[in-house]
């Protein structure tokens, strides 16, 4: 098996780009790309590891390689060794593989740097004059930033993030039921209820509350059906939770 991998991959081997087109190899072999990977040893081909110092700027296309790799194939937190897998698959030293994805993942783009990045532009400023003046990092993780945010991306941007992200299945405490109870008790027959106010008074997102509304009320349906056998027990129940169904929750 590795000397079919070494093989196959030199056969597959781009030398512009500096690295193999390991798909292409999996696909050949018939074999799993990760499992390639493994049996491939340098060894055996004539295939040498590109030296990247931490000063030389890497090519969109090898940046854009190692983002995809990592994320379709490490969900997870990576571990030394799948790091070394990504290094064989760039063709690059894993360290520095680590150094060029840390870097990337701590970057943020804002609508203010894309603006002021889309005007350096605009005035005709290279890549390292636009870095040194807007940004620390460096121009191929600024470079490469900037052309896979669209307009569509920086719009979200723009839109004020949420200070709490609850779900609704989070856990609930007896007093937080209790006043949600409270507080639809204010709107008559559950009609026009304010679900905004509720959410910030009692700290759970909107779709929250309307899902915990509605467990009570099945809840309480069932305590009642099973005291229904009870002659002197009302079947008509006061309770503010005794609404009409709230409208369907969106998934």
Not at 22 to 50: G, K, M, N, Y
Not at 145 to 166: E, G, M, N
Not at 184 to 204: A, E, Q, V
Request: hydrophobic share 35%.
């Amino acid at each position: 098996m590795r000397n079919r991998v070494s093989y196959v991959a030199q056969r597959h081997y781009d030398v512009r780009r500096g690295r193999c087109d390991w798909e292409t190899v999996s696909h050949a072999l018939q074999e799993p790309l990760l499992a390639c990977l493994r049996s491939f040893d340098a060894r055996h081909s004539q295939i040498h590891p590109r030296r990247i110092s931490g000063d030389t700027e890497w090519a969109l296309d090898d940046i854009a390689a190692l983002k995809q790799f990592t994320e379709s194939h490490f969900r997870t937190q990576m571990t030394s060794d799948d790091w070394v897998l990504a290094g064989r698959y760039m063709n690059i030293a894993h360290s520095d593989c680590i150094a060029k994805m840390w870097t990337l993942n701590t970057f943020q783009m804002t609508p203010q740097l894309y603006s002021q990045i889309a005007e350096f532009r605009q005035a005709g400023l290279l890549w390292p004059t636009i870095c040194s003046k807007a940004t620390s990092c460096s121009p191929d993780i600024l470079r490469f930033a900037y052309s896979t945010t669209s307009k569509d991306k920086v719009q979200k941007l723009r839109r004020p993030k949420a200070q709490f992200r609850i779900s609704k299945h989070q856990h609930w405490t007896e007093d937080e039921d209790k006043h949600l109870t409270d507080l639809l008790s204010r709107f008559d027959n559950g009609r026009d209820i304010d679900w905004n106010y509720i959410s910030k008074t009692i700290g759970h997102s909107k779709n929250a509350c309307r899902y915990r509304r509605i467990l009570l009320m099945r809840s309480q349906k069932s305590r009642e059906a099973s005291q229904s056998s009870s002659p002197d027990m009302s079947t008509k129940s006061d309770s503010p939770l005794a609404y009409a169904a709230p409208k369907r929750l969106r998934a």
